[in-house]
């Protein structure tokens, strides 16, 4: 009797404090129709900055790789569309604007990074016949970015690519294959390949890490969630793919990993964007590629392993024997 008294004030206290937080966010968020959603609202948290107090990029200008004073250990985000020429998008400026709206060809992207959760994803922004500019709302669920739709104002979760509050809730946006690599890596099979350049106006410590020793951390930030299985670090790095997770520490034993109709390779000469404050001085992470059984590239994402835990609890983890 008393277990299930607690539980009912339990259950009224959360919605009670949910129904203020919308109340709250109205008056910032207006056009955001706060009445759609399929997430509990007591998850979602303010990271700190406001609507756009991480500046999103609403276009991007780019310059020949053979151009580029970038050090060759640091991350970039490759997309390789056929028919186009391939670029490349620097975590150095990720970092500070999560979010790069771009073009290449005829297809709208949204190149995004979250460095809470290390997590990097390309998005084509093309949804129902309309084409969606993204900016950083300022929110956090399970410590990952809440991007938002400048057409809607609708949230979008940025590690599923899922509307999860206003008119967009429920959608989906297709993912785009992309990777992450050193700029050593894409420049050696690119050399004729795109650079999104330093940003116009960013005024941005462009090359510094502004989460320093974050992925050294214990904890992750402002995370409320339960830790991955196994004793598996929360910051531990794992390649995700699709439903599945391998620990890096495995793939960079082996080298390479046959499993489940995959390919995973890893090399070195990537250094992690998110340790020393000089990104470039950073520990080694490696370059990581994923094939399926014909070599095709495989969308991929390299993450934090709470992160993955968090929106894939049923995954699978590939631990080997």
Known sequence: MLKSLTAAIVVMLSTMMASAQVQFWQNEWPDTDFSKSNIDFIEIISGGPPKDGIPALASVDFIAVADTEIPGREPVITVEI?????????????????????????????????????????????????????????????????????????????????????????????????????????????????????????????????????????????????????????????????????????LAEAIVIEEEGYRLIWSEGMASALDTRKISDGREVGNIRVFDGDGNPVEHDVVFAFAFHAFAPDGEWMIGN
Request: hydrophobic letters at 35%; one cysteine or more.
């Open 82 to 250: 056929d028919g186009q020429t391939p670029r490349a998008y620097p975590v150095r400026y990720l970092t500070w604007h999560e979010i790069a709206n771009d073009v290449i060809g005829d297809v709208p992207v949204a190149v995004t990074f979250c460095p809470l959760c290390n997590s990097g994803i390309v998005f084509d922004r093309r949804l129902n016949g309309e084409t969606l500019s993204f900016g950083v709302s300022g929110k956090l669920r399970f410590s990952d970015m809440v991007m938002f739709d400048r057409q809607t104002e609708s949230w979008w979760q940025q590690f599923t690519g899922e509307g999860i509050v206003g008119e967009m809730t429920g959608q989906k946006l297709s993912v785009i294959v992309s990777w992450t690599e050193s700029m050593d890596e894409f420049a050696s099979r690119n050399p004729e390949g795109l650079l999104m350049a330093e940003p116009r106006g960013g005024r941005r410590a462009y090359g510094a890490n502004p989460y320093a020793g974050y992925d050294g951390s214990a904890t992750p930030f402002l995370y409320r969630g339960e830790e991955p299985p196994f004793g598996i670090e929360p910051l531990a790095r794992v390649v995700k793919v699709g439903n599945r997770a391998w620990p890096l520490i495995r």
